[in-house]
């Protein structure tokens, strides 16, 4: 009876019973993070697969055995123990504190140096504490022993030293995070990387490695800061008999339809002299600068040539009267039932005119003044509903048309942008009324194609689902 009586029997019987429980729950712990594809899965798995039973073996042997903690054999064991508990802290935090962060939260933008900063200070405490506790090893004296060979070294090394320590104070100060852009004077471009050496810098055209005492010491510009200040500034020739204030309201006009522009930022386009003009846009990134450059160089060339403007100096003869003929015939007469006759007289007031992929063709609100009739290419109406989202409601193709509401002199209910190039025939209002109301049976067809697509924008400000 004695053996019941013993502080080893319930050490036992509590290792027997508790560590099987244990490792069913974590079991099936670990099966539903490993279902929700959590980050926490590796450290569940690390707790139940060595930690936990390395935990209770420790217990058996030290309390139910009774074997002595100073034996070899045992501060091997609790030395192991010890750095598995310490892999699992580390691993821990970081998957909690960092991985799990959101995108534009300050604990994902930290440099990888920081981090690596605290596993070394958190291992080094783990390690001290092991080698005190388990050991039995005078750390002070460790301590100072290091302290002097630091001296030594650092005397030796100065200079190597030094330049770590200014990048050190650099990435203290925070003058940047990751993501964000930097000029250095001599690249531009995105940091993705900080560790203890250098900066990472992504240039589009290549990696920049900037060693961190090189940014301490020089001058560079965070383009990032403050958020949405960045400018790009676009410069265009055209010829110098083009009007400048034409020029300079396609120009404004065509920077407010980008989709890079700033929210709230208002593009400006001046004369700066010799047939050029520069174009100042506000973008939300640095990292669209390429793109809106791109985007609104394509979109002038086309808007240009459509207002009789010529981008450096170039003519545009496009429009051709074998080409309106042709259109004419094909396109718009089936869709007005025009006699030959007619054809001809609209041959002289008819143009040909083009628009580049995601250009705007018409905005909702505004009163065209002209009907534009697709030739080649598609074009994507869209309205907006009440929450600001846009919503596409038809596609129109070869032989449709927009600007409808010519005839009745009302604004647009729709938009509509170009889904790649798209080649159109224009006629202004004045030469088409007559022809038109004329027509009783066309002017009740174009009635009702009016009336459905209105209907198709009332549906989606009712938030309902355009058939």
Request: hydrophobic residues 45%; negative net charge.
């Given at each position: 009876m004695g053996g019941w009586d013993d502080p080893w029997f319930y050490w036992a019987i509590g290792v027997a019973i508790g560590l099987p429980i244990a490792l069913i729950v974590l079991t099936?712990?670990?099966?539903?993070?490993?279902?929700?594809?959590?980050?926490?899965?590796?450290?569940?798995?690390?707790?139940?697969?060595?930690?936990?039973?390395?935990?209770?073996?420790?217990?058996?042997?030290?309390?139910?055995?009774?074997?002595?903690?100073?034996?070899?054999?045992?501060?091997?064991?609790?030395?192991?123990?010890g750095v598995l508990v310490l892999t699992l802290l580390l691993s821990g935090l970081n998957a909690t504190v960092f991985q799990g962060a959101p995108e534009d939260s300050w604990r994902r933008k930290m440099p990888g140096i920081f981090l690596d900063v605290a596993r070394f200070a958190v291992i080094g405490a783990g390690l001290a504490v092991m080698l005190s506790y388990i050991w039995g090893v005078r750390v002070g004296g460790l301590f100072a022993a290091l302290g002097v060979t630091s001296v030594v070294i650092g005397l030796m090394l100065q200079n190597s030293v030094g330049q770590i320590v200014s990048g050190l104070f650099m990435l203290f100060e925070q003058p940047f995070?990751?993501?964000?852009?930097?000029?250095?004077?001599?690249?531009?471009?995105?940091?993705?990387?900080?560790?203890?050496?250098?900066?990472?810098?992504?240039?589009?055209?290549?990696?920049?490695?900037?060693?961190?005492?090189m940014l301490a010491t020089t001058a560079f510009t965070n383009v990032s800061r403050p958020p949405g200040a960045h400018k790009v500034a676009i410069t265009t020739t055209f010829s110098t008999a083009d009007p400048p204030d034409r020029v300079c309201a396609m120009l404004t006009r065509i920077a407010r339809g980008l989709p890079h522009v700033q929210l709230g930022s208002v593009p400006k386009s001046v004369p700066v002299g010799a047939a050029e003009y520069r174009t100042t846009?506000?973008?939300?990134?640095?990292?669209?600068?390429?793109?809106?450059?791109?985007?609104?160089?394509?979109?002038?060339?086309?808007?240009?040539?459509?207002?009789?403007?010529?981008?450096?100096?170039?003519?545009?003869?496009?429009?051709?009267?074998?080409?309106?003929?042709?259109?004419?015939?094909?396109?718009?007469?089936?869709?007005?039932?025009?006699?030959?006759?007619?054809?001809?007289?609209?041959?002289?007031?008819?143009?040909?005119?083009?628009?580049?992929?995601?250009?705007?063709?018409?905005?909702?609100?505004?009163?065209?003044?002209?009907?534009?009739?697709?030739?080649?290419?598609?074009?994507?109406?869209?309205?907006?509903?009440?929450?600001?989202?846009?919503?596409?409601?038809?596609?129109?193709?070869?032989?449709?048309?927009?600007?409808?509401?010519?005839?009745?002199?009302?604004?647009?209910?729709?938009?509509?942008?170009?889904?790649?190039?798209?080649?159109?025939?224009?006629?202004?209002?004045?030469?088409?009324?007559?022809?038109?109301?004329?027509?009783?049976?066309?002017?009740q067809s174009l009635g009702n194609i009016l009336e459905e697509r209105r209907s198709k924008v009332r549906q989606v400000r009712r938030g309902e689902r355009v058939g």
């Open positions: 099936e712990v670990h099966d539903l993070l490993l279902r929700r594809n959590s980050r926490l899965t590796r450290q569940v798995s690390l707790l139940r697969n060595w930690v936990l039973p390395l935990g209770a073996l420790l217990l058996l042997i030290v309390q139910a055995s009774q074997i002595p903690a100073r034996d070899v054999p045992v501060r091997v064991l609790t030395t192991v123990f995070r990751i993501g964000e852009w930097l000029d250095t004077g001599t690249a531009q471009g995105r940091v993705v990387e900080v560790n203890w050496r250098a900066v990472h810098i992504d240039t589009g055209s290549g990696m920049r490695i900037m060693p961190n005492s846009i506000g973008l939300s990134s640095p990292e669209d600068a390429g793109a809106a450059k791109a985007t609104f160089l394509r979109w002038v060339w086309y808007a240009a040539r459509r207002e009789n403007l010529h981008l450096d100096e170039a003519d545009d003869d496009f429009s051709t009267p074998p080409q309106i003929e042709h259109a004419l015939r094909t396109v718009v007469a089936p869709t007005l039932r025009l006699s030959a006759e007619e054809q001809r007289s609209l041959q002289s007031c008819a143009r040909i005119i083009r628009y580049g992929a995601d250009e705007v063709v018409e905005r909702a609100g505004e009163v065209p003044g002209a009907m534009t009739f697709v030739v080649a290419g598609r074009v994507q109406m869209t309205a907006t509903a009440d929450d600001g989202s846009v919503v596409p409601i038809s596609t129109l193709v070869e032989g449709s048309f927009l600007g409808l509401t010519a005839l009745t002199r009302q604004p647009n209910s729709a938009s509509a942008y170009a889904l790649e190039e798209v080649t159109a025939l224009e006629i202004g209002r004045e030469h088409l009324e007559d022809l038109v109301m004329n027509e009783p049976l066309l002017l």
